[in-house]
């Protein structure tokens, strides 16, 4: 049973540019790493124009479906994987990390992204899961996907010809993505 | 959790496709058009939404702990907020973890905004210090916090802040420190100024430190921006009045705090930030390793 209210959120603002994005905060591994995969995509709002000024941040397990627990995204070594990346996006609305697939984090589970948006004009911001493209073929026994019906659709993201993950995201619209709210046990 | 986050489909529509045929007022409108709205207009609108949430809550609707994703009087949030339902998910193991920073993410000289070039800033010298905790009460060490702010002439080191206030050359305005192992953060900066923005006519912003800070689970992330006591721009800035519920707002204000004022050096402000839910409401579904 929690007892203290939490703090609000507030919109990031149209000022994060300077201050949040960080060098190499893309790059979760190098582009030569054998693994390396691209995760891109852009963000759009609800006219279908690219939103300039969103951040996105990701958090994920490594390959193998381990939970990070190294420090040093901020100042990345090169070597170590923490799971964490921060990418703002270009005046196309586009965003790209390099990174790994996540591996499932236990037995049965569809592995994700965990993602985070935030953008000028967003009063707070929102989570949403970036699930691989094989989750198609598993909604219909994944608990939450399932639940989402059609929209589901809206998580998965597509693979591009060179084998890299695309996932737009849209704030409003007939493919509005969708966004969590996580369950809290009291 | 609250009906903020679930705006209805049925009244908000598909803004894409309305935006051309349907003009509905200032609700539909866009940027551009936006910067035509009076205060009087965003003021009045803000009077109209939080009337009928307080009458809502006295009818027994729930308290809104959070700001409205769907609030008009912000017109850049018209096209960008979600117009379907929050989807409700049982975290996973990912969500209830979150990345590790540490004294190798941020230097200690990171959280002392006065320091960063050759000489002193212009402005009110001051300290915002504070603690980290859960719903519980419990400190949370360990934990990123960055900050960005104005400087005391409410201008921003960033190429799309053009209004005409003079950068200081003697100030960046970002920070960043990591909580201590009692949950403690601190920065030293210079008090920023409030600034004019484009939301309609003659709009400004009261003087704001923006925050962003992580948690012990990701599904606690925040980036939220801190007051100043009794600025008289809160009744007429929609970004800070997006939080419906007056108790909810208040708590983005810090507090003048005399006993953290240094003698002929800098005023102290206290100021402490709750995460949503506690590592103990849920039970980890393996084994977790930090
Ligand atoms: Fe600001």
Redesign the interface.
Known sequence: MTTLAATPGQTVGPFYGYALPFEGGESLVDRSHPAAVRLYGRVFDGNGAPIPDALVEIWQADEQGRVPAAEGSLRRDGYTFTGFGRAAVDDNGMFSFTTVEPGSTREGALPFFSVIVFARGLPDRLYTRVYLPEAVDSIADDAFLSSLGERAATLIARRDARGDLVFDIHMQGDDETVFLEHRQKD | ?TDS?NPTPQTQG????D?EETQEGPIRA?DPLATTASQEQITAEIVEIETEYRNGVAAGKPVE?????D?PP?R?????????S??????????L??????????SWVESDLTIQHNGDPIGERMVVTGRL?????RPVPGQ?I???Q?NSAGR??????QHPAPLDPNF???G?TITDENGWYRFQTIKPGPYPWRNHTNAWRPAHI?F?VFGTA??Q?????MYFPSDPLFALDP??Q??VDQ???D??IATYDHSLTSPEWALGYRW???????KR??TE??E???
């Not at chain 2, 402490?272 to 506690?278: A, E, K, T």
């Open positions: 959790m986050n598909s803004a894409a496709q935006a866009t702990e959070r700001p409205r994703i609030y912000y850049s949030s018209l096209l960008r907020h979600p117009t379907k929050l989807a409700l998910a049982d975290p996973e193991t990912i969500e973890h979150s990345p590790a920073f540490g004294h190798r993410d941020v905790l859960d719903g519980d009460g990123l960055e900050v960005w104005a921003y080191v960033h190429k799309r802040d960046t305005g970002t960043r923006h962003s990701i599904t992330r925040i980036v939220t921006q970004i800070y997006s939080i108790d909810a707002r708590r983005l402490d930030i709750v995460l949503n839910g506690s409401t849920w579904p393996e977790g390793d930090h």
